[in-house]
């Protein structure tokens, strides 16, 4: 059988998490997941697939708010010590 890999959110939890799709056949893909964190079954009215770009933005986003706030302070020192 057939299978592929999407990242999924629990709707429970919020854990993000590798899920296994399984292509069975006649017609339909098997969309179930139990989470790893809280053993809720993810069904597929329920799947969520997580972009690891919008995950990599975010993180970046943070990343330059702390390096914002950073560089103020340093300006303001160098006020403060003149």
Known sequence: MKTHKEKIICPNCKTK????????????W???????NCD???MESEWEQVDDVQDAKKEAGF??????????????????NN
Request: a positive charge; one cysteine or more.
């Open 63 to 80: 990343l330059v708010i702390i390096l914002a706030i950073f560089i103020v302070l340093i300006i303001l020192l160098s006020f403060i």
């Open 40 to 42: 809720y079954v993810i």
């Open 17 to 28: 998490q590798w899920a296994i799709v399984e292509h069975t056949l006649p017609w339909y």
């Open 30 to 36: 098997n969309y179930t997941h139990k989470c790893k």
